[in-house]
């Protein structure tokens, strides 16, 4: 004879906890995490690096890259004199929160102020896989074009910053800003949002002051909640 | 290429609350269109994971919500064209995202 159990259980319940432990270990070590998610290409390692390079002498920063395969991104980044983890996920779409548990105990966490994680190249699967990081930050770049939030909904509406990359560009794509921003607005109102572009340094100021304001705010006590599903 | 984790998941939730049941025939899943999971491609991993668990040759059912607007302005309920996200009734930004979101096992039947 069948008989129906019922469940209701959020299918990514187990990366979730894990989500969860990875956030006390950094709470415990005082330590702020961002979670960058961007298509290839859209300018995740540039973005970090010139961020290390302004804020490198002011905050303790440390790095984890994840792509499918290579070292490329971790190579750069460690050439700043940064400590640097390179996960391969070997094929997977996306870092998930058990990878974070391999990758942060390489790090000393206690003695960062700041850690960067680039995950994997991809605008659809890191937006569903909690990493337990404190910010989830979007890199959107104007080459992609303006209809991105509207394709890919779910990415703009899990983030809690945007940068738009490569704005010196934007002259050369029928880019329409009023649309992108309109669509963004929408899935996720209010979103801080700095359009920068990493070749001319424009619009990076106001995307570092942003970063060290969350790092003081979270050194202060104010952490970051952590929201369940 | 996410689905392979997601459907251990899968496994591993109704293995949890199959208690002491014999097999297990049916799980339910609730997917909205925005989690980007594939039906057919979970099924796939599916048997062959729940090989030689008393899951295996379960039925996976995936009922599929859409994603859907509620304007406040109007109290329509519409489902994007792909190009917008405005009230296609009345014009309103106000709008806001109701369902699309869902990814939960529901249930499950067992013998």
């Not at chain 1, 006390?24 to 961020?51: C, E, W, Y």
């Not at chain 1, 770049?141 to 809690?160: C, Q």
């Amino acid at each position: 004879m069948a008989k129906k159990v019922t469940v209701v259980e959020e299918i990514l319940s187990e990366n979730d906890r894990a989500a969860l432990t990875n956030r006390a270990q950094l709470n415990d070590a005082g330590l702020f995490g961002l979670n960058l998610m961007a298509s290839p290409g859209a300018g995740k390692t540039s973005v970090i690096m010139a961020t290390i390079q302004a804020l490198g002498d002011k905050l303790r920063i440390g790095y984890i890259d994840g792509d499918l395969a290579s070292s490329i991104d971790v190579d750069k980044v460690a050439e700043l004199g940064v400590p640097a983890v390179q996960i391969n996920t070997g094929g997977l779409c996306h870092l998930d929160a058990f990878m974070m548990q391999g990758a942060l105990p390489q790090l000393s966490l206690s003695e960062l102020d700041l850690l960067v994680v680039e995950n994997v190249g991809n605008l659809v699967c890191p937006s569903g896989f909690r990493l337990g990081i404190h910010r989830n930050v979007l890199i959107a770049s104007v080459p992609e074009g303006d209809d991105k939030p509207y394709k890919y909904p779910a990415m703009y509406l899990g983030v809690d910053v945007m940068l738009l990359n490569k704005m010196d560009v934007i002259e050369a794509f029928d880019f329409d800003m009023e649309y992108f921003k309109r669509g963004v607005e929408i899935l996720n109102p209010g979103l801080a949002f700095f359009p920068v572009s990493c070749k001319t340094g424009e619009g990076l100021d106001n995307w570092l002051a942003w970063v060290r304001s969350e790092v003081a705010a979270f050194k202060e006590g104010i952490v970051a909640v952590y929201e369940p599903r | 290429m996410h689905e392979l984790p997601i459907t251990q998941n899968i496994l591993q939730i109704a293995l949890r609350h199959a208690g002491d049941a014999k097999r297990i025939t049916r799980i339910n899943l609730v997917i909205g269109d925005l989690s980007a999971v594939i039906g057919d491609s979970v099924q796939f991993y599916w048997d062959i994971i729940s090989k030689g668990t008393i899951a295996e040759g379960a039925t996976l059912h995936f009922e599929r919500i859409r994603a859907c607007f509620h304007c406040n302005d109007c109290e329509n309920a519409f489902e994007p064209d792909g190009r917008k996200f405005e009230c296609p009734q009345c014009g309103s930004d106000q709008v806001n995202l109701v369902s699309g979101r869902e990814f939960q096992l529901e249930s499950i039947e067992v013998e």
